[in-house]
Each structure stands twice: as structure tokens, then as C-alpha cells.
């Protein structure tokens, strides 16, 4: 796509400019940048961060084939930290959380592993308003003994960042410019800095357009899918109530292949 014709898309200039970093596609993107990332996070946790890997958008599966797309993923040191943004309430259940942390647990641990070697998971949720509901600018969860009120030292801790609390202070200060659809308008300049060549530079313009119409195009795919699977599921049900068949009888009927039958049998029976 040449920048002539991303220039003279206007629908896609005017998305790029009302974007922020609360919308979770346009964080990810700015947050391929690792020195980006470090510095977000050094913030947050208020220590150090020494970036080992980096991951932007990264998936993982469960053997049972629920998928999760992480927004960031990061190895610190013996850390494996998870940063989400979460605009959705409901996207932000604790029990999510604790998702992530156990599929992060099952793809970073490795055969004959110690117990003690496994690496701690820190699972950060950046949510556009209070989820847990205290008024809190930030929650830190971590595992307690009841009886004792004592540290239990599982590896792993949950961070909620009420991002509607923009006081002036470090983190309030990062938090607001997470809502800034205007660089200028941002307080720290290593995200004024990204996010101005995304919005505002040729270069940057460009690779926006280019990833706009990838997204699009992928809508237009998932779209189709989603309306295959659709069609399929009715052809089920027809067989099921009309014709007496079992739901495997249905699915070996329309030769649905092995791979995606968990799938139908999920939609099926929940």
C-alpha cells in the first residue's frame, strides 16, 4: 500500500488520530518497543526491569484448546510479567487473571523442573475503571495464610492499575497518558516519542495504514468463518431434532473434521 493512498484514506487517519493506549491494538503495537516497555513497567512495579524477551500480542493455548492472545509478555530476570489493558469490566475478572497466570505457568515450565525453579508470574491489568471497586489508584494480590495472616510464597501476584485515578504522581501521571489521543498532550516522552511517529510521522502513518487494512482484512475472514460455523450449527440442530441424530452421528453427517469438533460440541452442549 503506498503512503499516497493511506493519505487519502480518511477513515483510516481519523481512526489512527482518535487512537489511544487504552485501546489494546494500538498499545500493542507501540509496545513492540522493548525500551518502551521497560520504562512502563519500571513505573509500575517502581523497581528496575532488565527485558530479557519480549512479546507482543502473544497466544497461547491450553490443551484443551481455549486460546488466550496476551497482550504483552515480558521476561524479567526469574519474572514472567503479563500486562493487559482491559476497557471491559467483565475482561477483567479476577478469575481471568488467574487464567493468564496458569497458562503462562503451563508454557514457561519445562519437564523434570524443579518446583522452587519455576518462574514467578506477575500479571498486570490495566483497567479503564475501578473493577475491584476500592478507589484505589492500584491493588497489589498476593496469597496470604489465613490463620496467620502470613506471606504464602506461590510466585505469583496480580496487579490491578485503576487507571481512571490520574493524581500527580508517577503513576497517576502514566495513566493519563494512556487516555491522550494527542502526544502533546503526554506527559513522559518515551511514550510521547512513540506514539507521536505512529500518529504524526509519515513513516509511522504508514505502517498504521498498513496494519489498519491487515486488521480489516481479518475481520473480513473471522467474518466469514464465524458464518460458516453459524450455517454448520443450524445444519446440527436440524439433524439433531428432525432427524433423531446424535450429536457425533450430526457431526460424522457433514464430515466435520477432527480438529474442530471440540469446538461444535462446546457450542452444543454449554
Known sequence: MSFLICENSTDYLDSIARLRLMDDDFMRI?????DVVRQF?????????????????????NILGRAISIDVLVKDGDDYINIEVQRDTKGAHPKRARFHGSLIDANTSFPNEQWDELPN????????????????PIYHICSIISENTQWFKEGREIIYVNASIQEDTALGRLMHDM????????????L???????????????EMCE??????RKGLLEGEAIGRQQGIIVSIKKLMSKNGCTLEEALDFLDIPKEDRTTYIEIMTS
Open 30 to 34: 507501540v509496545f513492540k518497543d522493548e
Open 41 to 61: 513497567l519500571e513505573i509500575i512495579l517502581e523497581r528496575k526491569v532488565d527485558i530479557i524477551e519480549c512479546h507482543a500480542q502473544y497466544d497461547i493455548n
Open 121 to 136: 508470574v506477575i500479571i498486570i491489568f490495566i483497567t479503564e475503571t475501578d473493577v475491584l471497586g476500592y478507589g484505589l
Open 179 to 190: 487516555f491522550c489521543t494527542d502526544p502533546s498532550e503526554m506527559h513522559y516522552e518515551f
Open 192 to 206: 510521547r516519542k512513540r506514539v507521536s511517529y505512529y500518529k504524526e510521522s509519515k513513516g509511522g502513518k504508514q
Open 211 to 216: 496494519i489498519w487494512e491487515e486488521i480489516r
